[in-house]
Each structure stands twice: as structure tokens, then as C-alpha cells.
């Protein structure tokens, strides 16, 4: 058992660790829903939805009045 290979193993699993926290730091720092309009590359790259959301159903004139 070579106690400074050990060593050796275990502080660069550290650093590994350490840049994986910071990471998921920045990530959590940048999340939440941003008000207004997309920036112009991901506007292009998600797909325009256009119609109906699913799940959303002509309503029936009787049930239209009751509400």
C-alpha cells in the first residue's frame, strides 16, 4: 500500500470535485425564467408552436353560458 499514491489519488479526486461543485454554482446562479424575448440564436433553434395547446377542447354552447 503506497500511502503517497494514496495521497496523490485522493487530492485530485478533490479538484474534481471542487470544479464539478462550481460547475452546478454557476448553474444555479443562472437558472430562472427570464422575462421578455429570446435571444435571437435560441428563437431559431426551438420550433414555432402554432395552433392550439393540447388538451384544449372546442366548449359545448350549453357549457359556455354556465360558466
Same mark, same amino acid.
Given at each position: !500500500? $503506497?500511502? =503517497?499514491?494514496? /495521497? *496523490? $489519488?485522493?487530492?485530485?479526486? @478533490?479538484?474534481? /470535485?471542487?470544479?464539478? /461543485?462550481?460547475?452546478?454554482?454557476?448553474?444555479?446562479?443562472?437558472?430562472?425564467?427570464? @422575462?421578455?424575448? #429570446? #435571444? &435571437?440564436?435560441? *428563437? &431559431?433553434? !426551438?420550433? +414555432?408552436?402554432?395552433?392550439? #395547446? #393540447?388538451?384544449?377542447? =372546442? +366548449? +359545448?354552447? $350549453? $357549457? *359556455?353560458?354556465?360558466?
Amino acid at each position: !500500500m $503506497d500511502v =503517497n499514491k494514496i /495521497i *496523490a $489519488d485522493l487530492r485530485q479526486e @478533490r479538484e474534481q /470535485i471542487e470544479e464539478a /461543485i462550481l460547475s452546478l454554482e454557476r448553474l444555479a446562479r443562472g437558472r430562472g425564467r427570464r @422575462r421578455g424575448r #429570446p #435571444p &435571437a440564436w435560441l *428563437a &431559431a433553434a !426551438m420550433p +414555432k408552436r402554432r395552433g392550439r #395547446p #393540447p388538451g384544449s377542447k =372546442n +366548449k +359545448k354552447k $350549453d $357549457d *359556455a353560458g354556465q360558466q
